[in-house]
């Protein structure tokens, strides 16, 4: 009689486990909805997870480690993060080979620095090895989340590592000083190729917080439009797809990315060019918006001003009818923002809609944010050394129950 082991039972089952926990993917959309491979309604409920600042890679593993962090993600349910690169890593690998993230640390912080933060990583994340590079840790991050059935949506925050955004970094639109739309382009690429060998990988964001150029007003000037937004959109988002026909790929709007109305009401972009969807592969396009009004009093208001920005094309009566993720909203964590006008009219906004969502940010500290060393970071979910939840009230009165009514997957 053939007899197996309690230890090849539980390898077995860890297996099939981690195996069929993203089975549904690849993710497709229907009318106002992300579906799965069996049309199973897909509600995003996710968090951001920063990679794309100077030292380029991933924050927090310093103090914790992959696994750690992921498992607290999957431990309140979200369901998504939103993992965050810069098109300086991926143009430095094309150009000449991605470098250790032992020399990414120290070129971000110093020599000592530096060796200091990079000895922490060593000894939170043993398994990844001295030579391990930055490309890599993204990779590991990926198969981390693949591991415990959490999915990623790839974002290009910015062109140049650094903090995000504002109107004057020379990161803001199309042919800014650092924003070279070629290399752009060719980032995704490259990127959209390379993650095809993740299996947790299900959308795309193109570009973070698009934004009027006002440091550069001769671009600004000629090509912050309408026309040229979809021209750059529209070949990018090829590009990705003729790399990777199996991703949702996201559309960001205007203003920080806070309109895409001229998008969703079907104007003239310019020269009677129009938003089609016919431009794209069948069922792989979306629409990202983010909010930060977090001063607001008046919820009638917000959700005004969400329907005319872009969010009526949840309305199946819209002209154009697409699923709209919100990828960023936050505020400070504590009981009082919680519970103030914006943060309860977002929830009760995302609960209505069944829509999708990505809180800013999961990261507790950065490696340096804005020159400051191991910045502290006050609306992220971790506390200061990734060890815990900031506030476990807003996790659990805030947090857990918005998950649990917008993410469950819902047959048609």
Request: proline letters at 3%.
């Amino acid at each position: 009689m053939f007899v197996i082991s309690f230890t090849v039972l539980v390898t077995l089952l860890s297996f099939f486990s981690h195996a069929f926990a993203l089975s549904y993917l690849p993710l497709s959309t229907s009318g106002r909805d992300i579906i799965d491979n069996a049309k199973n309604t897909v509600t995003y409920a996710g968090i951001n997870w920063p990679g794309h600042i100077d030292a380029m890679i991933p924050e927090g593993l310093q103090y914790q480690s992959i696994e750690d962090i992921v498992s607290k993600i999957k431990s309140v349910g979200f369901n998504v993060v939103r993992l965050t690169f810069a098109v300086e890593m991926v143009d430095q690998i094309i150009e000449g080979g991605d470098v250790s993230v032992q020399t990414s640390f120290v070129k971000a912080l110093g020599d000592t620095d530096g060796g200091l933060v990079w000895k922490k990583f060593q000894e939170r994340n043993p398994g990844l090895g001295d030579d391990i590079t930055r490309l890599g840790v993204f990779d590991a991050v990926a198969a981390e989340c693949e591991k415990q059935g959490i999915m990623i949506h790839l974002d290009n925050h910015i062109s140049k590592a650094k903090w995000c955004c504002n109107s004057q970094d020379n990161n803001s639109w199309f042919g800014d000083r650092e924003f070279d739309a070629d290399k752009w382009r060719r980032a995704w690429g490259y990127m959209a190729n390379y993650t095809k060998s993740w299996q947790a990988l299900a959308s795309i964001g193109m570009r973070n917080e698009l934004r009027s150029p006002d440091s550069n007003s001769s671009l600004k000037a000629k090509s912050y439009n309408w026309s040229d937004w979809y021209t750059n959109m529209k070949s990018c988002a090829q590009r990705i797809q003729q790399a990777n026909a199996n991703v949702v790929v996201f559309f960001s709007g205007f203003n920080f990315d806070l309109d895409l109305s001229a998008v969703t009401a079907q104007k003239d972009l310019g020269g009677g060019k129009r938003f089609r969807k016919e431009d794209f592969l069948p069922g792989k396009i979306a629409l990202e918006l983010h909010n930060y009004q977090n001063s607001a009093k008046d919820c009638n208001a917000i959700t005004g001003g969400l329907y005319r920005s872009g969010w009526n094309a949840l309305n199946v009566k819209n002209p154009l009818v697409l699923p709209v993720v919100m990828t960023e909203f936050g505020f400070q964590q504590n009981m009082a923002t919680a519970r103030s006008p914006y943060a309860q009219c977002l929830k009760g906004f995302f609960e209505k809609e069944r829509a999708g969502w990505m809180y800013w940010a999961l990261s507790g500290s950065y490696y340096i944010r804005s020159g400051k060393k191991d910045f502290d970071e006050t609306w992220a979910l971790m506390n200061h050394d990734w060890s815990a939840w900031r506030s476990p009230d807003v996790i659990e009165s805030y947090f857990v129950p918005m998950i649990k009514n917008t993410k469950e997957r819902k047959s048609g």
